[in-house]
Each structure stands twice: as structure tokens, then as C-alpha cells.
């Protein structure tokens, strides 16, 4: 079974520039979820879509956003993009089976590195 | 508000010793405790969770309530434990949603 794959595998942009990752889940997995691992931050949730709908939001700006699609891959948009927003972007996947997201396993695709020069 | 600390960045051991990564939680409700690892080329998935009360690779982590730890133990070591560790903890904040808050993680290595 394939796991969850992302695009790109890195990214170099500068200051100002837009950028948007993808992200496809598990076959079956309807759950996606967005994390930020920036250097000496550790891992940050970003948003997390269930159904096409957009259920959590971690406490980044709105020029961080993103969209689940009907085969419920999944797409993270960044705009204005500023030096600290280098990191790794991590999307996981889930299958929803209790009311609770964090109570079903996720699992992790290899992230994308985005560079901001 | 929900915090995580992991307190240690950095753990060595030798190999056959046991291990214990420290993990503390701030969060005033019943929360959900975690364990994620992280092995060197390989993705972030998930060790094991309280609720479960399993034992994975031969580590376990009991929820201590009153000092609000979540510790990871495993009696001997092996150096394919060599990996980063991150504590995690969801609950559910003020306005009714979800949060899942990681630890900055602890980066273990079992030496020889």
C-alpha cells in the first residue's frame, strides 16, 4: 500500500513569493493534516481537513491556508512568504474512526523543504 | 493553555542500559499522551499512545496525572532505539476545539 506521498520534495523561494504544496493521503484515509517543522521549534500543527472541510487551525497568520479536494488530497498554501517561514512541511494522513482527530493514527508523509531566501 | 516539554535535546546511553525520555505536560483537563519517533532517512509515525497501555519495541509510557508526566522507558536499550522522540498531547481548549501540541523532541542515541 502506498503511503502519503507530498510534492515538491524542496522548494526555494524568496521573500514576497507564494508557494503551495500538495499532499495525497492513503487510499481510504479522508483525514489530512499539516504540520510545520521549523529549526528549534519542533513540530507545529498548521490545519487539518476531514471531508473536504477545514476542521482545526493552529496559531499561524492567514497567509497560511490550504484546501482539500474531493479524492481528499490536499493542498497548503503560503503567501507572502517570510525567512521564518523556511521549514519542513509535514502532511499526514488519517482514517477517521472516533469522534476525536488525534485519537486516530497518522501517518506521516516525507515532507517537502521550503527555503526562504 | 496546552504545553509539552521534553526537557532533554539530547540522551546517550550505551546499549543494554535502560532509557527514560522525560515528558511534562501542561493542560488542566483529561488529556491524550503520545510518543511519536522519528528514525534516521525514515518518516515521523506514531510509537504508542496511553490510551492503548501497549508496550511497542519494548517501550512503554504510563500517564502519571499528578505530575503531569508521560515518560517514555524501555529497560535495555538496543542502538536501532538511536531515533528522535517527540511527546505529543491533545486536548480540547476553552472555545471547544481540538488541539495536538508536540514537544520539541529529544534526540536519542544508543551507543555501542
Known amino acids: 500500500e502506498a503511503g502519503v506521498t507530498q510534492s515538491p520534495t524542496h522548494l526555494i523561494k524568496t521573500r514576497g513569493q507564494q508557494v503551495t504544496l500538495r499532499c495525497s493521503p492513503i487510499?481510504?484515509?479522508?483525514?489530512v493534516y499539516w504540520y510545520q517543522q521549523a529549526l528549534g521549534l519542533g513540530l507545529q500543527f498548521l490545519l487539518w481537513?476531514?471531508?473536504?472541510?477545514?476542521?482545526n487551525r493552529g496559531n499561524f497568520p492567514p497567509r497560511f491556508s490550504g484546501r482539500q479536494f474531493p479524492n481528499y488530497s490536499s493542498e497548503l498554501n503560503v503567501n507572502a512568504l517570510e525567512l521564518e517561514d523556511s521549514a519542513l512541511y509535514l502532511c499526514?494522513?488519517?482514517?477517521?474512526?472516533?469522534?476525536?482527530?488525534?485519537?486516530?493514527?497518522?501517518?506521516f508523509g516525507p515532507g517537502t523543504r521550503l527555503t526562504v531566501l | 493553555a496546552q504545553r509539552v516539554t521534553q526537557p532533554e535535546k539530547l540522551l546517550s546511553v550505551f546499549k543494554g542500559a535502560p532509557v527514560e525520555l522525560k515528558c511534562n505536560y501542561s493542560?488542566?483537563?483529561?488529556?491524550?499522551l503520545f510518543w511519536y519517533v522519528q528514525y534516521s532517512r525514515q518518516r515521523l509515525q506514531l510509537l504508542l499512545r496511553?490510551?492503548s497501555r501497549e508496550s511497542i519495541k519494548g517501550f512503554t509510557a504510563d500517564l502519571n496525572k499528578g505530575e503531569t508526566s508521560f515518560h517514555l522507558k524501555k529497560p535495555f536499550a538496543q542502538e536501532e532505539d538511536s531515533a528522535m522522540y517527540y511527546c505529543?498531547?491533545?486536548?480540547?481548549?476553552?472555545?471547544?476545539?481540538?488541539?495536538?501540541?508536540f514537544g520539541k523532541g529529544t534526540k536519542l542515541t544508543v551507543n555501542p
Open positions: 499526514a494522513s488519517s482514517l477517521r474512526t472516533s469522534g476525536r482527530a488525534w485519537a486516530d493514527t497518522q501517518y
Open positions: 487510499s481510504g484515509h479522508t483525514s
Open positions: 481537513y476531514d471531508e473536504g472541510e477545514e476542521r
Open positions: 493542560y488542566s483537563g483529561s488529556p491524550e
Open positions: 496511553h490510551i
Open positions: 505529543a498531547l491533545s486536548g480540547v481548549t476553552q472555545g471547544g476545539s481540538e488541539k495536538l501540541v
